[in-house]
T-cell receptor
Framework: DTEVTQTPKHLVMGMTNKKSLKCEQH?????MYWYKQKAKKPPELMFV???????INESVPSRFSPECPNSSLLNLHLHALQPEDSALYLC???????????????FGPGTRLTVL | DQQVKQNSPSLSVQEGRISILNCDYT??????FLWYKKYPAEGPTFLIS?????DKNEDGRFTVFLNKSAKHLSLHIVPSQPGDSAVYFC??????????????FGRGTQLTVWP
């Protein structure tokens, strides 16, 4: 299995809703990432988990809350989002987040989030 | 501050010809470079990478060249095919220092291959 899967594919939510994005990989990778991507822009790093511990938080607002229940799963909990948070949210994984030659990150298809 | 730059937002090439996508970087700590391809509404797909100990890496129709002194890399696709039409992102990472674990992306180049 060489895939990163993400659910749901699309999500529409109101500003008062609470929802979660899910990501799964079965490649034995020990680093997992959340990115946000706006149209015609590169992916923007949000969080990095290394060996199930949060190692990088790119000063993301607290309305985004990541969780790594085990080495294969990564969640992103959403609460009280703003319309400007509408974007494609990408999950990625790599063998590790350390040695750069292992940092080939494999991306999931993304969740297209719309905040009304 | 953009540490990885792709100065051409778009490139148009005829099918069968060579496509050359360019990328420049500013951080001398970067020692691993990657190219990703992205179709609309999909996640980026890893294409090819190169370590700073090499100056060339080839995989089928795709070759990446690295010029460390110029802090420049390029992706060559030959022959180009219509299915190669996508946005190509250059990315860089460092194996040491405070940037460990991060990929720094360029803004991407939209490649269009026409028949």
């Amino acid at each position: 299995d060489t895939e990163v899967t993400q659910t749901p594919k699309h999500l529409v939510m109101g500003m008062t809703n609470k929802k979660s994005l899910k990501c799964e990989q079965h490649m034995g990778h020990r680093a997992m990432y959340w990115y946000k991507q706006k149209a015609k822009k590169p992916p923007e790093l949000m969080f990095v988990y290394s060996y199930e511990k949060l190692s990088i938080n790119e000063s993301v607002p607290s309305r985004f809350s990541p969780e790594c229940p085990n080495s294969s799963l990564l969640n992103l909990h959403l609460h009280a989002l703003q319309p400007e948070d509408s974007a494609l949210y990408l999950c990625a994984s790599s063998r590790s987040s350390g040695q750069s030659s292992y940092n080939e990150q494999f991306f999931g298809p993304g969740t297209r989030l719309t905040v009304l | 501050d953009q540490q990885v730059k792709q100065n051409s937002p778009s490139l148009s090439v005829q099918e069968g010809r060579i496509s050359i996508l360019n990328c420049d970087y500013t951080n001398s700590m970067f020692d691993y470079f990657l190219w990703y391809k992205k179709y609309p509404a999909e996640g980026p797909t890893f294409l090819i990478s190169i370590s700073s100990i090499k100056d060339k890496n080839e995989d089928g129709r795709f070759t990446v060249f690295l010029n460390k002194s110029a802090k420049h890399l390029s992706l060559h696709i030959v022959p180009s095919q219509p299915g190669d039409s996508a946005v190509y992102f250059c990315a860089a990472s460092a194996s040491r220092g405070s940037t460990l674990g991060r990929l720094y992306f360029g803004r991407g180049t939209q490649l269009t291959v026409w028949p």
